[in-house]
């Protein structure tokens, strides 16, 4: 192979973070223990190109790896191993059983570097070393100057166009190639997301070196694997943003925001081609790589090449048989052309050490991967379970109600115990398998936040609390689109200019702050401004501007009820319309898109102080305490995460206000629904003295839902009704219960939207 293979490990480089050493140390041995049955395969079946492919990925996956982590020893020993099979797939070297050990041996000898990655000089790698460069020596020279792609530009390195020639043909055997693209997206978002947080790190701290390094790898990494995979053009165009960051490293050129917003924009177009990477002609590259070429210091249509990138010194070694730059194969080498015997050689094992150490948990034992919908069978089984608990728990307290007290109904009450419990633990263990960090979210704000502050031009701090806080992997999915509105709003309407802050006496620099944090079984997200705030009369006003409300309801309505108006649909109080916001679309959208989710946003803001947006949302969403009532003998579950608390009220204490029936509830009066009318039940005439009502509540709003029975709490799995019945109203779902009947699951958000807003009048004339 014609790649150099430590071009981007700086000396003595070495990730700290265990956690993705032990991500390498888990992926490297399951594709070790896969390449030793290939191997066995190709030694019956040495003309199988398409396996001799496989294995060669294999080991350069490993090697690329390990060279972007900084393992030098591995890097450098799994590159000659991989120079002897891009020799034999190329037909270079016959497949003999005299090779078959070697490589074998190499795959062995991998095996005991990786298994002592903290210190790799503990593995004596001298005599393997010496057999690969022996054999590489004795084959034909491998031919490093194929004609390069006409897409190409003549200014690529040498190095680049012989990878570039890797692009495997339509014959070559490649049927897993899909599977090797996707891997390949995965891995180059992962490294997008991490790049987005340094470049705007970079920003404020240009001199740091260090965060230029690790800038500057993962686009040579994406580069390199593009480059392997044969995407010409995205290995073209990160080429050339690999030089603009190697000159900003060696300090050939200085971090402007010129560049920066250069280098930003083309990490924006990076992710335009894994958008469109089997199209990737679609994807427009001229005019960024004009602005690219333009910092390199020479015109787009200049044939000169541009100026190589300076050499980054290897990790010194102190083994013998490392070389400090590996031998350049293209280099022909007088050589014995006899024939070369090579015996198998016993795995290297790594000297004793003085002191014993400690002994440490093999990553591969702890860690496994596992399909997601795995995770999704999983939970539909606990989701089961629960149902078949509920079922048995029925059934006992039936028993105990029929026979009594007995020796035989105490056993299956102890019983009925041990399965609530053993429900329970599976449960919340299944739950934690589908949990993820809402980092993953909230990763995607500061590059926003920085492309808006530079738009509106304003002056914008940033701070993110609770990255590690975790959500289910549904509800995570789903919440991305409704913070981004907020934090756009935020930006746009809540900061005011620098000019403005300073004359009210505040800093220039305005605050935005992220929060995530669990409360109770909910996980709670915050985002607050310190802007200028809102003010509740100026939005009552546009809300009665749209007909939202009448004039009169000016006395009514408190502060945060004027608020909850720019949750209604084409609510807008922007001057202007722009690019950002202005067009009367987005939180509407916010506040469907969190009820969805069974979640609830609250608004909570001061005039000249700023605003905060609380956003409560479930842990998961498929299984979740519900309570069961019921209308007109049916039974119906309404999820708990909407039940603000639930009252029994005598006609008595019922009010009639403006044509409506309201409750006096803590100093406010909150109308009242009855659900029976709103599932459209013939209404009858109310023989009942007393009242059972339900407050439920989204934001500031509060409705009192009348029904004619409270049975009480209870998990539910929710379950789907089907593409059939995906246009009713009103109805989220359907959950089975313990004696086997189906028990609708009311959406409360359709409910409430159904109702409309309906004024809560406070007793006091201000907000309770």
Known sequence: MSEDIADDVPPGFIIEDEEIVADFIVEANEFLQQLDQDLIKLEQTPEDLELLNSIFRAVHTIKGNASFLGFAKLTRFTHQLENVLDKLRSGDMAVTPDIMDLVLEGIDTM???IENLTDESQVDVTATMQKLSHVLQAAAPISLAPTPPAELPADLPPVLSAEISAEPAADSGFDDMDEIIDDFIVEANELLEQLDRDLLTLEKTPEDLDLLNSIFRPVHTIKGNASFLGFTKLTRFTHQLENVLDKLRSGDMAVTPEIMDTILDGADKIKEFFRNLRQE??????????????????????????KPAPAVKP?????????VNPPALST????????????????AKPAASKAPAAKRKDPEDQTIRVDVERLDALMNLAGELVIAKNRLQQFTHRFEDLHGESELIESLMLTTSLVNYVTGQFQE???????LPIRKVFSRVPRMVRDLARDTKKQVALTMEGEDTELDKSVIEHIGDPLVHIIRNAVDHGLEYPHERLAKGKSGEGQVTLRAFSEGNYIVIEIRDDGRGMDPQKIFKKAVEKGLAAPEDVMRLSDAEMLDFIFAPGFSTAETVSNISGRGVGMNVVKENIMKLDGLIEIHSAVGEGST??????????????????????????????????????????????QKQVIHLRERFVPLATLGDILGYPSKAAERKRNYVI????????????VDHLYGQEEVVIKTLGDFFEDIDLIAGATIMGDGSVVLILDIA???????????????????
């Open 332 to 347: 022909p080498v007088a050589v014995d052309k006899a024939p070369v015997a090579v015996k198998p050689a016993a795995p």
């Open 315 to 323: 990790v010194a070694s102190s083994d013998p048989a490392m070389p």
């Open 750 to 768: 359709s409910i409430l939207m159904q109702i409309g807003r309906k004024p809560v009048y406070s007793a006091k004339g201000s907000e309770a």
């Open 111 to 113: 095996r005991a570097l």
């Open 281 to 306: 002609d679609s994807v427009e590259i001229d005019e960024l790589l004009a602005r690219v070429q333009a910092h390199l210091g020479f015109k787009p249509e200049s044939e000169t090449p541009a």
């Open 429 to 435: 263990a299944v739950m934690k398998t589908r949990m």
């Open 613 to 658: 947006f609380k956003i409560q949302l479930p842990l998961t969403m498929a299984i979740v305490p519900a309570l069961l009532v019921s209308v007109q003998g049916v039974t119906y579950a309404i999820p708990l995460n909407n039940v603000v608390e639930t009252l029994v009220v005598e006609d008595a204490e019922i009010f009639n206000v403006d």
């Open 695 to 706: 407050i439920v509540g989204a934001g500031e709003q509060r409705v009192g839902l009348v």
